[in-house]
Each structure stands twice: as structure tokens, then as C-alpha cells.
């Protein structure tokens, strides 16, 4: 039975759930997710959960990500990519110094206008759906975080106007709306050219394999990472005995001198039993990761 995290370097073209299905078929095992959505145009850290291991998709989600982003300055799409359809296109000819003070505007925490060609679900009806149907509907902003927005180099591969970014953000933000309110802002339009995620779930491309490799592994369970690999950001902590059968039952253990936080429990034998949260001196379970039998 195959359990753990398998960081595939997903290629263009495919969905995030085609990768998925993929390794189902690979791996024979139907638990199968992925933690955080990428476009089928998107290259990149794409984190594959597997069997028990999909418990932990959840806490995936929650994580800051980062990206390296072509943006196409002077073009305006539908889709805010240059997948879409053209709705306004003019040379920009705009300088490396303009484009950072543009930038500028777009760190820390900003508002985000979701857009319509996303699964946002708006009174039940997800927003590609209705953008597919030639509908508009008006979507509240929500607050989003650009930890650190760079810009690396422009313009890229001799084509005029268009710029490499670099973009580490909280959960919930679209670097494609990103690209397009960086357009907005300089007064010439703008959309994504090409996205790559570079980081995800604390994962990174040094961590990523090709589908192409995990096919032709003659046992990719060899490949897979074991789950706390998630949470390596959490400390580590031991329990035995009573305790660890207190953890194995989803019981409450009093540590009155344990700090406040979230902790990678393992047993006495070394298994991951669990993510706890300390609190008040007391340890409670937020998910258990043992194998039951």
C-alpha cells in the first residue's frame, strides 16, 4: 500500500488532476490528491498525497507559495492570460525603473479582485462557468499577501514587453490577476505570458520529479516522501508509553511545560503518529497520520 508525498514537476498542458490520475494508475492506489491547484499553462512544484498521506492536502493549501511569472505588459485578455481572448493590445514601451515603482504598489497585504475565469463559486455557480457563457458577475475583493514581488529580468527571450517576475504570495492569490493589475496600474494593460511555481507545501523544484522519471522507477513507492515531510516547519516531539497511547486514541495530554503551538508527534518507535496543537499546557490532535490497522 502506497503512502507519502510525491512533489511532481508538473508539465504544460497537463491539469493538476490529469497528474493526479496518472499516479493512480503508477501507483495503483485511488488515494490520490494534490495540494494546490495549478493551470493547465503552468509548469512547476505540484505536491501529489497519497493514500493516508491525503489527509494532510488540507494543511498543503494553507501554505505561502511562490511563482516566477512572465508578464506581458500592453496586452489585455479575457482571462488575464495570454491563453484568452484579446480585448486591447498596444506597445507599452515601458522602462525597468517604471516597472518597479509599479511593483512597489503591489507588496504586503493588497486587495485582490478574483477572476471570472476561476472556481470561485459565486451564489453556487463557479465563475469559469459563467465566464464561459459570456456572463459577468461582480466579485468582492479579498485581501491577499505579496511577501516578496521582484522583478528578474526584462524584457525576456527579445521579445519587447515582456518581463520575468517573481512572486511569493499567500494562499488564494492569482498572479495572473497580478500580472493584469501590474498592467492596470502602469496604464498599458498587461496578463500572465507563462507561469512556473517554484515553491509550495515547503516544497521546492529541488524536490520536484518528471513524470517521466516516476514512470520509468521499477518501484516508485522508492520515490515517495513520507508525510511529515509536510510539516517540517513544526517541531518535533516524543511521546511513549501512556502518552503515545493517549495520542493513538485522540486524547487530550497535559504538558504544562510545553509552549504553545503546533508540534510533529512521533511515537517511541519513531512512527509520525500525528499534528497536535499545544495550548493552555494541554496537547489535542489536529489530524492523526498513523497507519491504522
Given at each position: 500500500?502506497?503512502?507519502?508525498?510525491?512533489?511532481?514537476?508538473?508539465?504544460?498542458?497537463?491539469?493538476?488532476?490529469?497528474?493526479?490520475?496518472?499516479?493512480?494508475?503508477?501507483?495503483?492506489e485511488r488515494r490520490?490528491?494534490?495540494?494546490?491547484?495549478?493551470?493547465?499553462?503552468?509548469?512547476?512544484?505540484?505536491?501529489?498525497?497519497?493514500?493516508?498521506?491525503?489527509?494532510?492536502?488540507?494543511?498543503?493549501?494553507?501554505?505561502?507559495?511562490?511563482?516566477?511569472?512572465?508578464?506581458?505588459?500592453?496586452?489585455?485578455?479575457?482571462?488575464?492570460?495570454?491563453?484568452?481572448?484579446?480585448?486591447?493590445?498596444?506597445?507599452?514601451?515601458?522602462?525597468?525603473?517604471?516597472?518597479?515603482?509599479?511593483?512597489?504598489?503591489?507588496?504586503?497585504?493588497?486587495?485582490?479582485?478574483?477572476?471570472?475565469?476561476?472556481?470561485?463559486?459565486?451564489?453556487?455557480?463557479?465563475?469559469?462557468?459563467?465566464?464561459?457563457?459570456?456572463?459577468?458577475?461582480?466579485?468582492?475583493?479579498?485581501?491577499?499577501?505579496?511577501?516578496?514581488?521582484?522583478?528578474?529580468?526584462?524584457?525576456?527571450?527579445?521579445?519587447?514587453?515582456?518581463?520575468?517576475?517573481?512572486?511569493?504570495?499567500?494562499?488564494?492569490?492569482?498572479?495572473?490577476?497580478?500580472?493584469?493589475?501590474?498592467?492596470?496600474?502602469?496604464?498599458?494593460?498587461?496578463?500572465?505570458?507563462?507561469?512556473?511555481?517554484?515553491?509550495?507545501?515547503g516544497f521546492t523544484?529541488?524536490?520536484?520529479?518528471?513524470?517521466?522519471?516516476?514512470?520509468?522507477?521499477?518501484?516508485?513507492?522508492?520515490?515517495?516522501?513520507?508525510?511529515?515531510?509536510?510539516?517540517?516547519?513544526?517541531?518535533?516531539?516524543?511521546?511513549?508509553?501512556?502518552?503515545?497511547?493517549?495520542?493513538?486514541?485522540?486524547?487530550?495530554?497535559v504538558k504544562p511545560?510545553?509552549?504553545?503551538?503546533?508540534?510533529?508527534?512521533?511515537?517511541?518507535?519513531?512512527?509520525?503518529?500525528?499534528?497536535?496543537?499545544?495550548?493552555?499546557?494541554?496537547?489535542?490532535?489536529?489530524?492523526?497520520?498513523?497507519?491504522?490497522?
Amino acid at each position: 500500500m502506497a503512502n507519502g508525498i510525491m512533489v511532481i514537476d508538473k508539465p504544460a498542458g497537463w491539469t493538476s488532476m490529469d497528474v493526479c490520475a496518472k499516479l493512480r494508475g503508477v501507483l495503483h492506489e485511488r488515494r490520490i490528491g494534490h495540494g494546490g491547484t495549478l493551470d493547465p499553462m503552468a509548469t512547476g512544484v505540484l505536491p501529489v498525497f497519497v493514500g493516508r498521506a491525503t489527509r494532510a492536502v488540507e494543511f498543503a493549501g494553507e501554505s505561502d507559495k511562490e511563482y516566477v511569472a512572465g508578464l506581458k505588459l500592453g496586452l489585455v485578455t479575457n482571462t488575464q492570460d495570454t491563453t484568452g481572448e484579446v480585448l486591447e493590445q498596444r506597445p507599452a514601451g515601458v522602462t525597468a525603473e517604471e516597472l518597479e515603482g509599479a511593483l512597489a504598489r503591489f507588496r504586503g497585504e493588497i486587495q485582490q479582485v478574483p477572476p471570472m475565469y476561476s472556481a470561485i463559486k459565486i451564489n453556487g455557480k463557479k465563475l469559469y462557468e459563467l465566464a464561459r457563457k459570456g456572463r459577468e458577475v461582480d466579485r468582492p475583493a479579498r485581501p491577499v499577501t505579496i511577501h516578496e514581488l521582484e522583478l528578474l529580468d526584462g524584457p525576456a527571450g527579445g521579445e519587447p514587453d515582456l518581463w520575468q517576475i517573481r512572486v511569493r504570495c499567500s494562499k488564494g492569490t492569482y498572479v495572473r490577476t497580478l500580472c493584469h493589475d501590474i498592467g492596470r496600474a502602469l496604464g498599458c494593460g498587461g496578463c500572465m505570458a507563462s507561469l512556473r511555481r517554484t515553491m509550495a507545501a515547503g516544497f521546492t523544484l529541488a524536490d520536484a520529479l518528471t513524470l517521466e522519471r516516476v514512470q520509468g522507477e521499477g518501484e516508485p513507492e522508492r520515490l515517495l516522501l513520507p508525510v511529515d515531510t509536510c510539516f517540517q516547519g513544526r517541531p518535533a516531539l516524543t511521546v511513549a508509553g501512556q502518552e503515545e497511547k493517549m495520542v493513538r486514541n485522540g486524547m487530550t495530554l497535559v504538558k504544562p511545560g510545553l509552549s504553545p503551538g503546533e508540534y510533529r508527534v512521533y511515537g517511541a518507535g519513531g512512527a509520525f503518529l500525528a499534528l497536535c496543537r499545544a495550548r493552555g499546557g494541554k496537547l489535542t490532535t489536529v489530524k492523526s497520520f498513523f497507519e491504522v490497522p
